[in-house]
C-alpha cells in the first residue's frame, strides 16, 4: 500500500502535517521549545505514524521535498504562534542523512528561513550520527554551513550509533539528545543509569547542552534535573500534539 506513488500523492494533497512534542526546562517547569513530528493524515486509514513511511521516502528521494515541507511547516507554526503571544525559544526539525548530504539541502534551509523570515537561532535541526559513516568530511562541511545560517544543531539519539566520541571535537553542536532507550528503565536499571549520566557530563565536558527524550515519569523528570539534565520530553508531559492543541496545552502548563 505504502508505495511511492500514494506517498507522493499525499504529499501533493497536502496530507503530511508536523506534529509537536513540547520540550520542557525541567528547572523552570515551563515549555521552551517543541520538536516536529511528521504524521500522514490518510483519508482513508487515519493518522500514519512516520515508520511506516520515512524509509519509502528516503529510498525514493521523496524526503526531500517531504523534509522541506516539514520545516516549512514548523517554522510557519512558530511564526503563528508567536502573533498570537507565545514564543518558543526554539523549533527543533528532525533532518534524515539522505536529506543532510543531498547537494541543496544548506539552501534549501536558507531558502525557508528568508520565506518564513524566523530568527534561524530559533531553528534547531535534529542529525543522526548516521551521516559520519557515509562522508565525514562532507558532512562537518554541511555542518558548519548551516552554523553559518545561524541555525543551531542537535545530535539525536546520541549514544546509540557506531561513530566514536571524537566527533564531538569536530562537529558546531549545541545540544545532545539522549535516546529513549537509555531513559525508559531509569532510575532502577544501573547501566541506563551510568549511561546517562555519562552522557551528561560528556554534554558538561564540551559545553553542549544536553536533552533528555522519552520522560514518562516525574520520577524520571526529577531524576534527570538532579543530575543536571535541566531539558525533557516525553509522553510524561505530553505526546506529540497536533498543531491546533498545541499553544493552549502549553498555556496551561506555563
Ligand atoms: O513521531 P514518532 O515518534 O513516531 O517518530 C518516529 C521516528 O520518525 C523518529 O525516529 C523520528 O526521528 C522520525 N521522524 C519523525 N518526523 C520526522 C521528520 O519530519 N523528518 C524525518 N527525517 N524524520 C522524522
Ligand atoms: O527518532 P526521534 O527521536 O526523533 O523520535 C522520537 C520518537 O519518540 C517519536 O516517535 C515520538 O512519538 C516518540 N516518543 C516521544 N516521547 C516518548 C515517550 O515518552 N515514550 C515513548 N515510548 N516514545 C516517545
Ligand atoms: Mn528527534
Ligand atoms: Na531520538
Wanted: proline share 4%; aromatic share 10%; net charge negative.
Amino acid at each position: 500500500f505504502f508505495y511511492e506513488k500514494a506517498l507522493r500523492q499525499g504529499i501533493e494533497n497536502k496530507e503530511l502535517i508536523t506534529y509537536f512534542q513540547p520540550q520542557i526546562c525541567l528547572k523552570a517547569n515551563r515549555v521552551i521549545g517543541a520538536e516536529a513530528l511528521v504524521r500522514w493524515l490518510h483519508p482513508e486509514m487515519g493518522v500514519v505514524p512516520p515508520s511506516k513511511f520515512i524509509g519509502i521516502s528516503e529510498s525514493t528521494g521523496l524526503i526531500i521535498p517531504l523534509g522541506r515541507e516539514i520545516l516549512a511547516q514548523a517554522c510557519r507554526h512558530w511564526q503563528a504562534w508567536q502573533k498570537q503571544g507565545f514564543e518558543l525559544e526554539r523549533i527543533s526539525v528532525n533532518v534524515s542523512t539522505i536529506q543532510l548530504m543531498h547537494q541543496d539541502f544548506v539552501s534549501s534551509v536558507a531558502e525557508v528561513l528568508a520565506e518564513t523570515g524566523i530568527n534561524p537561532a530559533v531553528l534547531e535541526l535534529e542529525v543522526t550520527e548516521s551521516f559520519l559513516l557515509q562522508n565525514e568530511q562532507q558532512g562537518i562541511e554541511v555542518l558548519y554551513a548551516l552554523k553559518e545560517l545561524g541555525v543551531a544543531l542537535s545530535m539525536d539519539d546520541f549514544g546509540t550509533g557506531f561513530s566514536s566520541l571524537s566527533y564531538l571535537k569536530k562537529l558546531p553542536l549545541d545540544q545532545l539528545k539522549i535516546d529513549q532507550s537509555f531513559v525508559q528503565s531509569l532510575p532502577d536499571d544501573a547501566e541506563d543509569l551510568a549511561i546517562v549520566e555519562a552522557i551528561i557530563a560528556v554534554g558538561k565536558a564540551v559545553g553542549v547542552e544536553v536533552i533528555a527524550e522519552g520522560v514518562e515519569t516525574e520520577l524520571q523528570a526529577k531524576f534527570l534535573h538532579d543530575k543536571g539534565c535541566l531539558l525533557a520530553q516525553g509522553f510524561g508531559f505530553s505526546r506529540p500534539l497536533p498543531p491546533e492543541e498545541f499553544l493552549g496545552w502549553c498555556r496551561s502548563f506555563n
